[in-house]
């Protein structure tokens, strides 16, 4: 009977998988687990009846073993390259070289209150197939619900022969075919052309050569680094904020998946690291996406604007082609992410982790590709089950910019119908979500336990974060505004009090730094005093808390963008950020793609420090700019340039410059009787005698 505990001891391996926000609120079972799943458990297990009975090849192999473990090495391997605590993964490649033994992976999820899946892994005599340790599961449930005092069905047990899945996995498929062959016939398309321009070969204005000119690396470069703004200089404050907002969001990413990685201190993490001060700027991460939102709300209403300011073009047709182009440019770093996510990513490693991190990315995006493309996956699909969970920001921002139109509108008719119609928009966005907060209790506590999934019902819904985006819209129309003699109002006052008081305008910069200062520390005091965070203040919280800070963050900017500020100016339009801003969407699709590349070849547990999550972090960063400029030079800008020549006006032929004239140089005037100077009279001929 003791040869049995072999194949339970798979359990001794196990570590939690799900946000550190959902493990912190569940630590008392993650340690539970990880005092109770020990040799204690084993025993039950195999003082069971069920065990007892068994007498096969597997239960032989185990036996002699388990017998003789000092003259049988095969023993001592299984146990040298399985797991030595419940955060290490064994030494997956060692055990699958052995001819005797394989590596078996089993996962264990936690239903009902706690919702998280406990992984574990074993190396194995191959006699004890994963079809044998099936029958095993009744006992394995019944033995974790007994330690645990939670219900663990045998549906709920999951055991995979790792190397067979892998070797599944890594089997090149058609789509990858496809995808590298696009990708070299673009590389050489770009080559050519950049060989023909260097060369001074194309030029003109027909179709063909523009479309040329588009792969130009030569063209596009010099475009990319370019940091010059046609429209308004002042708006280059924007390039320094991209950069700043994506750094933000790429270090709450770095910290939302710690637990993809083994880490050795993994309970510790989660239940210290997240009360510490400094943590508030990592947990309020999430409000960069608002800045974001605020920012396309800006640029979408100045685009719409412009496009729309002729009455004739206010159309339907015109605004279906809006909506085209807007679907057009997220498609080229759509499309590369998805590829990616599809037939690169699961081919290129074989490692213990491959399997866990193909099952949760790659096989929700073999059903949902199509839903990710035209951008409604976030009202379908829940946020933990969602293929390539990070692009739910560019479909609510496609519906915003749906919604945008018919705004844009009204505004150019009759400005008193486009606010009415804001805040309406704004009343019915609070509406709902008092609805959901007080349904669902929901609240933004990393340490309260939270029965609802936030994400799925609140953090990814459009009519939950339609106010950030309205905040953006009304930015811009003051701005506009304030280039008109006679504006709005209101807007012309905001702007004589802020632009000709340098006291309300120093008052206006405090007030907005405060604001944004106290919503971040607020995750800090929630957490700090969590018995005074009642529902009712959860909600005030989860409803206010985005508005007020982006209120507060266009507050500090405003005053840059009507001609004061030269300090913000000259700060976060420093010519750096230009470029850096114009592949930053680019970073936000594909910075994920590196890290969970890092996870996959991890062999061994790591061990969680301050110094290792800050190095992470900067290597999210400069990898992620790194690949973003890479696919943007072969895929984003050359789509957006043929994107321009075939949607966008004809390229007109400037009119030819007029040949220079020679000009003729007058006599200057003279009064009666003078001579002028560039006259030079003759010397009168003498008569020859």
């Not at 505990?5 to 959902?22: E, H, K, Y």
């Not at 619900?145 to 045998?154: A, E, K, Y």
């Not at 440019?329 to 499309?335: A, E, G, I």
Request: net charge positive; aromatic share 14%.
């Amino acid at each position: 009977m003791k040869a049995e505990s072999c194949i339970v001891i798979l359990l001794v391996t196990a570590c939690v998988l799900g946000f550190p926000q959902d493990i912190y609120r569940h630590a008392d079972i993650f340690k539970r687990a990880e005092h109770a799943l020990t040799w204690n458990f084993l025993k039950s297990l195999i003082k069971s009846k069920e065990a007892a009975a068994r007498s096969d090849v597997c239960f032989s192999r185990l036996s002699n073993s388990m017998n003789h473990f000092m003259s049988d090495p095969g023993i001592a391997n299984f146990i040298a390259y399985s797991s030595k605590n419940i955060y290490d993964p064994g030494d997956y490649l060692n055990c699958k070289k052995q001819s005797t033994s394989y590596y078996l992976q089993m996962s264990v999820h936690l239903t009902g209150e706690y919702d998280i899946s406990i992984r574990a892994a074993f190396c194995l005599p191959r006699e004890c197939s994963v079809e044998y340790l099936d029958t095993f599961k009744p006992e394995i449930a019944a033995t974790i619900s007994g330690l645990l005092d939670i219900i663990v069905g045998p549906k709920d047990v999951t055991m995979v022969d790792i190397a067979t899945e892998n070797k599944r996995m890594n089997k090149i498929q058609t789509g990858l075919y496809v995808f590298v062959g696009i990708t070299l016939a673009i590389f050489i398309t770009c080559i050519i052309s950049t060989i023909f321009d260097y060369r001074g070969r194309l030029k003109g204005y027909s179709m063909g050569t523009q479309l040329a000119l588009a792969f130009s690396f030569q063209k596009n470069l010099r475009s990319l680094f370019s940091t010059e703004n046609r429209v308004d200089p002042k708006l280059n404050v924007f390039n320094g904020i991209r950069v700043l907002s994506i750094c933000w969001v790429i270090l709450n990413h770095s910290w939302l998946t710690i637990p993809y990685e083994p880490l050795m201190n993994l309970a510790e993490t989660v239940s210290t690291v997240p009360l510490k001060k400094v943590m508030s700027i990592v947990k309020t991460a999430p409000l960069a996406v608002d800045v974001f939102f605020v920012l396309s709300g800006f640029l979408c209403s100045m685009s719409l604007c412009g496009g729309f300011k002729d009455p004739k073009k206010r159309t339907i047709k015109n605004a279906l082609m809006a909506i085209l182009n807007r679907f057009l440019r997220f498609l080229p770093m759509q499309f590369v992410a998805l590829m990616y996510t599809l037939y690169v990513l699961p081919t290129v490693m074989d490692s213990p982790l491959n399997y866990t991190i193909s099952n949760q990315l790659v096989e929700p995006c073999h059903d949902q590709w199509l839903l990710t493309l035209i951008h409604v996956n976030n009202f379908i699909a829940e946020f933990h089950s969602m293929c390539m969970s990070w692009t739910w920001y560019l479909n609510v921002d496609m519906q915003f910019f749906i919604l945008t139109i018919p705004l844009i509108w009204m505004y150019l008719k009759s400005k008193k119908y486009c606010f009415l119609s804001m805040v309406g928009l704004s009343l019915i966005s609070f509406a709902v979500q008092t609805y959901l907060c007080v349904k669902y209790g929901l609240h933004k506590s990393y340490v309260k336990p939270l029965d609802a999934d936030l994400l799925t019902i609140y953090f990814m819904k459009p009519y939950c974060r339609i106010n950030t985006y309205l905040v953006g819209m009304v930015l811009y129309f003051a701005y506009e505004d304030s280039k008109k003699e006679e504006g709005y109002l209101p807007f012309k006052k905001l702007q004589h009090w802020i632009g000709d008081f340098r006291s309300i305008r120093y008052l206006n910069y405090a007030l907005g730094f405060c604001i944004m200062t106290f919503i971040i520390s607020t995750s800090y005091l929630i957490d700090e005093y969590v018995e005074y965070y009642t529902k009712f203040l959860g909600a005030i919280d989860v409803m206010f808390s985005r508005p007020v800070f982006t209120i507060g963050f266009a507050m500090m900017i405003y005053p840059v963008l009507i001609g004061r500020g030269r300090a913000i100016l000259a700060v976060l339009a420093f010519p750096m950020f230009a470029p850096l801003a114009k592949i930053t969407f680019g970073t936000y699709m594909l910075h994920l793609q590196f890290y969970f590349h890092h996870v996959q070849s991890i062999l061994h547990p790591v061990f969680y420090t301050d110094s290792f999550y800050f190095s992470r972090v900067f290597g999210m960063i400069i990898c992620g700019y790194l690949l973003s400029f890479t696919i943007s030079m072969l895929y984003e800008v050359p789509g957006l340039q043929v994107q321009k020549i075939l949607l966008g006006p004809p390229v007109r032929r400037p009119p030819p410059k007029p040949k220079a004239e020679i000009e003729s140089v007058e006599e200057p005037k003279t009064a009666p009787g003078e001579t002028s100077e560039l006259v030079k009279e003759k010397p009168e001929e003498k008569p020859h005698e």
